[in-house]
């Protein structure tokens, strides 16, 4: 298996997740009406042993989704509860009926609220990508899930068995929260890697770069 990559290309990786997050912005804002915007805090590619640490176990919200098309994998979007209430708030007409503490869990109409949120950031985030690596992904059906993080991960199917993850830190904010958000994209990444050999160099990163090979690892 060989994952190496034109180095003019690395910076592709970036884009991706960049162009991701600004997609996940532009639909909240058309489809949910949440004059969102989202700052980018830092890209982290992490290898598998290193994401439990990242994750922690404390109580979350997870929004995962299975891509069924290359780079195939998982996207799991991770929010703060009490920021998932607060979406869910913004989401509802005349406001949420819940106790507005996340202790007390989520309401159906709040549950409700978040999952069509997370179909939104879900279905922006890999339009982002598709864009930038010229192709179309296809994914399955967001699920909800709420408790300790490990829980999340077992509604996920589990830990892939890939070693490298891509992890964004970000903060959306609307017109009245802020709201602290994690993106960890399970790639396969031997796909992934594959898609972007397949971009064209001069056309999809600077030609001024000096060309070079490089290992991913």
């Known amino acids: ?3 190496k990559v034109d180095v003019r290309k690395l910076e592709v990786f970036n884009r991706i997740s960049k ?5 996940v912005a532009d639909s909240l804002n058309q489809m949910a009406d949440l004059d969102a915007e989202i700052r980018i805090a830092k890209i982290n590619l992490l290898h598998m042993e290193d994401v439990e640490t990242h994750l922690g176990d404390e109580k979350a919200v997870g929004i995962h989704v299975e891509l069924t098309e290359s780079p195939y994998g998982y996207v799991l979007f991770v929010l703060d509860p009490a920021d998932s209430k607060q979406l869910a708030e913004a989401m509802i007409p005349g406001g949420s009926e819940g106790s507005g503490d996340a202790d007390s869990g989520f309401t159906d109409m709040e549950r409700s609220a978040v999952q069509e949120i997370g179909n939104i950031m879900t279905s922006g985030y890999i339009d982002g990508w598709a864009n930038v690596l010229d192709t179309t ?3 399955g059906t967001p699920t909800f899930t ?3 993080t490990h829980r999340i991960i077992e509604r996920m199917g589990g830990w892939p068995d890939e070693e490298i993850v891509f992890v964004l830190d970000s903060e959306i904010t609307t017109g009245t929260t802020d709201v602290d958000l994690t993106v960890y994209t399970f790639p396969q990444v031997q796909e992934l890697v ?3 050999k ?3 160099v001069d056309t999809d990163v600077k030609t001024d770069t000096v060309a070079d090979e490089t290992i991913i690892d």
Do not use: K
């Open 1 to 3: 298996m060989s994952l």
């Open 19 to 23: 162009e991701g997050s600004r997609q």
């Open 137 to 139: 992904i296809d994914m």
């Open 146 to 148: 709420y408790g300790p």
């Open 194 to 196: 594959d898609l972007v």
């Open 198 to 200: 397949q971009l064209d």
